[in-house]
């Protein structure tokens, strides 16, 4: 089984700023990596597939990039309502589809 | 627009059982495979069990295998989870989510639910 870690388990950081959170697969799992926004009370909701693709509806200022092993969600200018929890998932090696423990992203 | 609803979460006792169910709309269920993720409380997502769009493959986490059983009626647009042997450690809640594509492998999920609780407690 492929095992996701998402770092810093918690960043603070001051809205208009910039926000990077990291992921790394215990093995390759090409660009088959996605991220997931979720607010409390809320399900996830789909932001980046493919290390990189911003999924429909998606704010410009979300981006993702890595492949293999390292991957970087970056928002680039956050708002308000981006304060949130975030989580990967790689989707390549043969089920389960693992997800990392998730970051939460607060307010400084 | 890709509507799930789940339904049939609640308290049960360890040992017993509970069968999930999600209404799908707002897309051709029958190309689609599906997923089951759930989410204890103040926890992580954790990736329980997919289904192809026919049916005839399924997956499961390790932790469920052998106790819990996914399936689809593609005729109702509607997908399952059968949970017997519940232990307290499955308490969480439970989404139905969409994949985008018909094959489990290699396939993300795109869509979510908004959750049914499971309680599993004496």
């Known amino acids: ?108 | 627009e890709v509507q799930l609803l789940e339904s049939g979460g609640g308290l049960v006792q360890p040992g017993g059982s509970l069968r999930l169910s999600c209404a799908a709309s707002g897309f051709t269920f029958t190309n689609f495979a599906m997923t089951w993720v759930r989410q204890a409380t103040g926890k992580g997502l954790e990736w329980v069990s997919g289904i192809d769009a026919n049916g005839f493959s399924t997956y499961y986490a390790d932790s469920v295998k052998g106790r819990f059983t996914i399936y689809r009626d593609n005729s109702k647009n509607t997908l399952h989870l059968q949970m017997n042997s519940l232990r307290a450690e499955d308490t969480a809640v439970y989404y139905c989510a969409k994949n985008d594509d018909h094959m489990i492998v290699l396939s993300l999920i795109d869509h979510w639910g908004q959750g049914t609780l499971v309680t599993v407690s004496s």
């Open chain 1, 1 to 108: 089984e492929i095992v996701m870690t998402q770092s810093p388990a918690t960043l603070s950081v001051s809205p208009g700023e910039r926000a990077t959170l990291s992921c790394r697969a215990s093995q390759s799992v090409r660009s088959n990596l996605a991220w997931y926004q979720q607010k409390p009370g809320q399900a996830p909701r789909l932001l980046v597939y493919h290390a990189s693709t911003r999924a429909t509806g998606v704010p410009t200022r979300f981006s993702g990039s890595g492949s293999g092993t390292e991957f970087i969600l970056t928002i680039s200018s956050l708002q308000s309502e981006d304060f949130a929890f975030y989580y990967c998932q790689q989707y390549d090696n043969w089920p389960p589809y693992t997800f990392g423990q998730g970051t939460k992203l607060e307010i400084k």
